[in-house]
């Protein structure tokens, strides 16, 4: 929900993309591709109240790859392991997040795609998803209502 009111804001954006660590390296592609004047990461948070280490981590993970710095990701999952949003799923009492979860988030580019917002016109949006080649190319796009 935090994501969707992200995206219903962004009202004086030329674009927006959604991502995470899953398809960190597709992003960064992908910027660089486009080569913007400017870009703006914008960490949701906790329904969009409340700071997420894992979404300002992973702002940080990209902003530092696009100004060619070093990411240690080792210790990004070291951190986030301890931290409050983790304890969930490593809690045996609650199934509902199984520790499964918590690698699975923290899959590293496990995708080559971008979501791109798009809009109807008529109040309605929808993703593109548009995939990348490994040296930045985009390679296709389809949409996804």
């Known amino acids: 929900s ?13 674009e927006i993309i959604t991502g995470s660590f899953v398809n960190a390296q597709a992003i960064i592609n992908y910027i660089n591709k486009q ?8 960490a949701m948070g906790s329904s969009g109240i409340r700071i997420a280490d894992e979404d300002i981590l992973c702002a940080k993970y990209i902003k530092n790859a696009l100004e060619n710095k070093t990411n240690d990701f080792p210790k990004i999952i070291e ?11 490593f809690d045996p ?10 690698d699975l ?3 590293l580019d496990k995708f080559n795609f971008v979501l791109k917002v798009k ?6 949006v929808f993703f593109n998803k548009i995939e990348m080649w490994k040296d930045s ?4 796009a389809q949409d996804y209502h």
């Open 2 to 14: 935090a994501g969707t009111q992200g995206i219903a804001n962004a009202t004086n954006s030329d």
């Open 35 to 42: 080569n913007p004047e400017k870009v703006s990461l914008v």
């Open 79 to 89: 951190h986030l392991r301890e931290y409050r949003s983790a304890h969930k799923f």
């Open 93 to 102: 009492k609650k199934d509902w997040a199984p520790e499964r979860d918590f």
């Open 105 to 107: 988030c923290l899959s």
């Open 119 to 124: 809009s109807d016109g008529k109040n309605h």
């Open 137 to 140: 190319h985009i390679e296709s």
